[in-house]
Antibody
Framework: EVQLVESGGGLSQPGGSLRLSCAASGFTVSSNYMTWVRQAPGKGLEWVSVIYTGGSTYYTDSVKGRFTISRDNSKNTLYLQMNSLRAEDTAVYYC??????????????WGQGTLVTVSS | DIQMTQSPSSLSVSVGDRVTITCRASRSISTYLNWYQQKPGKAPNLLIYAASTLQSGVSSRFSGSGSGTDFTLTISSLQPEDFATYYCQQSYSSPPYTFGQGTKLEIK
């Protein structure tokens, strides 16, 4: 069974750091494009970052230079290192698997989400 | 970046209604358009990809159409479990693969 389980969320002060993890089972993270999506409280979905099978990474403008997406193939786990956190980074963060990438690149498997709160 | 605009933002509907949600891209995205359903407190769920291909396991009352800049999601006969928020997402060319702002279906 394909499963994604996020962890690492919590409370951080502005300017702080958190690392989110997304443990995958039932498929190989390194063989798929993998994406982070976030959702601020009461708001819509926001695409955050993707890592390609070849290792290329992309970010939405608001997190460039602050967030880093990576993976550990030996642990079959995706990560999102978040530095210089701001109040506007407060959100539920979802990891998701991209199906059919390159190609249609839809998000066909999602984790349950982990809440990040940035507040003093 | 490609901007995605959904309409309406919310819709009051009844069980059995035929529902249409539209999504417009700021420039042509061919058929690189996906639709998701999200229920409160849950992760989104893929409904349709490539504008009109139904994801495995999704009810056939959901359908999608469109190409270029204009797309629609149709629910042929709304069921109680369909009250949710629906998002479109473009996956054309290079990232960011932006989402629309969402359409919330509410009970009339």
């Amino acid at each position: 069974e394909v499963q994604l389980v996020e962890s690492g969320g919590g409370l951080s002060q502005p300017g702080g750091s958190l690392r989110l993890s997304c443990a995958a089972s039932g498929f190989t993270v390194s063989s798929n494009y993998m994406t982070w999506v976030r959702q601020a409280p009461g708001k819509g979905l926001e695409w955050v970052s993707v890592i390609y099978t070849g290792g290329s990474t992309y970010y939405t403008d608001s997190v460039k230079g602050r967030f880093t997406i990576s993976r550990d193939n030996s642990k079959n786990t995706l990560y999102l290192q978040m530095n210089s956190l701001r109040a506007e980074d407060t959100a539920v963060y979802y990891c998701a698997r991209n199906g059919d990438c390159p190609g249609d690149c839809y998000l066909d498997q999602w984790g349950q989400g982990t809440l990040v709160t940035v507040s003093s | 970046d490609i901007q995605m605009t959904q309409s309406p933002s919310s819709l009051s509907v009844s069980v059995g209604d035929r529902v249409t949600i539209t999504c417009r891209a700021s420039r042509s995205i061919s058929t690189y358009l996906n639709w998701y359903q999200q229920k409160p407190g849950k992760a989104p769920n893929l409904l349709i990809y490539a504008a009109s291909t139904l994801q495995s396991g999704v009810s056939s009352r959901f359908s999608g159409s469109g190409s270029g800049t204009d797309f629609t999601l149709t629910i042929s006969s709304l069921q109680p479990e369909d009250f949710a928020t629906y998002y479109c997402q473009q996956s054309y060319s290079s990232p960011p693969y932006t989402f629309g702002q969402g359409t919330k279906l509410e009970i009339k």
